[in-house]
């Protein structure tokens, strides 16, 4: 063995002193709550542009119905208007 890989060696037996006996466990259990706040950010992410999508589409179609209800409107007037006209 070489100076090196014996002084590596060296330096995980002294690190491996300092760790908590149930260091490796509290890491993986760690990375799992990680990865699970992490698809529940991408679910909250997916459901807010959902959301969105749907609040604009039902306004899209609100304003065309408006507008076409207006169109009608404005139409039944210019006919009065007309026919107002003819009369005077």
């Not at 807010?48 to 899209?60: D, P």
């Amino acid at each position: 063995m070489n100076p090196e890989s014996r002084y590596l060696r060296e330096l995980r037996m002294r690190a491996g002193r300092h760790l908590a006996p149930d260091f490796p466990a509290r890491v993986l259990h760690d990375a799992r709550v990680r990865q699970r706040r992490s698809q529940r950010n991408k679910l909250t992410v997916i459901t807010a542009a959902l959301c969105v999508l749907l609040a604009v589409s039902a306004h899209w179609v609100m304003t065309a119905a408006t507008d076409r209800h207006n169109q009608a409107m404005w139409a039944k007037e210019v006919q009065q208007i007309a026919v107002l006209e003819q009369t005077i």
